[in-house]
């Protein structure tokens, strides 16, 4: 039976991750996390309840991985065979008001894990990253794996840092690491400061949503927008289907982007929030560079290459929009 070590399980995409893994497999989980950041018991308690016997296979751990793990904790934590690194602060805005403090943590908990894992063979070792790390992304050109970091922010910067020190560990001491780049998550317990639960909440409330575009409203800013359970498909994809190598002259570090099937603007997306809500959009648009600085209109990602493996996402995205709605209007107190 494998045994994975989830960090960031008590997040909305590690949680979605957790239950995933629970439902298509018969491994164990080790869960870390600090929940001081933005990782809920809450969530964690969600999947419990609808699934009891799910507790037996799931070990929870409380640290902050800003510090390497004790003695103590590295014997509760035990044999590993898998790790998926998903812990890491992401909100933009909140990288943009306090840098240091967002930077910092993002490098030291990937140093803690990679250190980790030095100390600790696994057989795979999955960095969880973003489509932010390249920047925007022109019309017309969807990045690919490798190409040039151009971080705009604090955030992505810290993310493309995450890869590059993955990348010095897989050179150095040949940790079999695989990078994933991914794009904005949906889905339920999302944390409420990001853009849907903001659409559904102000749909909801006939409040006003701002949607940010160019100066002259030309542009409006626009995702790929995928489903944390689409995420968690691919991540559990790459676990069983695909070889993580060690580094050896001339082999690539694994590396995959995990993209959703369609692209639309924030505005497109809003609309799409109403008509399931059945209730008017109120919204503005707003120039984004005054009001965002260091925030990208477009990024998109080229998912050719996992495709080409055979991974398709399972949820489309109406049927994973449908889906948010629904739960986050019948739980307002995620809101």
């Not at 103590?72 to 240091?100: C, F, G, L, W």
């Not at 057989?123 to 040039?148: L, M, R």
Request: hydrophobic residues 35%.
């Amino acid at each position: 039976m494998k045994r994975v070590l989830l960090t960031g399980g008590g997040g909305f995409i590690g949680a979605h991750t957790l239950a995933h893994i629970m439902h298509n497999t018969d491994w164990q989980l080790v869960i870390i996390d600090s929940f001081r950041h933005k990782g809920k018991t809450d969530r964690i308690s969600e999947m419990f309840q609808a699934h009891p016997d799910w507790r037996e296979r799931c070990e929870i751990i409380t640290h902050d991985l800003i510090a390497p793990f004790s003695e103590q904790t590295i014997r509760k934590i035990d044999r590993i065979d898998y790790i998926i690194n998903m812990a890491s602060e992401s909100h933009v805005d909140r990288s943009i008001t306090d840098p240091r403090t967002f930077i910092e943590n993002n490098i030291h908990l990937v140093l803690t894990m990679l250190e980790y894992a030095r100390a600790h063979p696994v057989t795979k070792f999955i960095q969880i990253s973003t489509d932010e790390v390249y920047g925007p992304a022109d019309i017309g050109h969807n990045h690919k794996e490798g190409e040039p970091h151009k971080p705009s922010n604090p955030y992505s910067a810290s993310k493309a840092a995450q890869e590059n020190i993955c990348y010095a560990y897989w050179r150095t001491y040949g940790i079999p690491i695989c990078v994933t780049n991914t794009m904005n998550i949906i889905g339920e317990m999302q944390d409420s400061e990001k853009y849907l639960p903001q659409v559904i909440k102000n749909v909801y409330i006939n409040g006003l949503q701002k949607i940010h575009a160019n100066a002259d409203g030309s542009k409006i800013g626009s995702r790929y927008y995928l489903h944390a359970r689409n995420q968690a498909d691919a991540l559990l994809f790459l676990l069983n289907h695909v070889y993580f190598p060690s580094y050896n002259s001339g082999i690539e570090m694994a590396h995959y982007n995990v993209v959703g099937e369609q692209e639309l603007d924030n505005l497109q997306i809003a609309q799409k929030v109403a008509k399931i809500i059945g209730k008017p959009l109120r919204y503005e648009l707003v120039d984004f560079h005054s009001s965002r600085p260091g925030h990208d209109l477009r990024y998109a990602l080229d998912g050719s290459k996992l495709a080409d493996l055979g991974w398709k996402p399972p949820l489309s995205l109406d049927d994973s929009l449908e889906k948010t709605v629904k739960w986050t209007i019948a739980h307002p107190d995620w809101l």
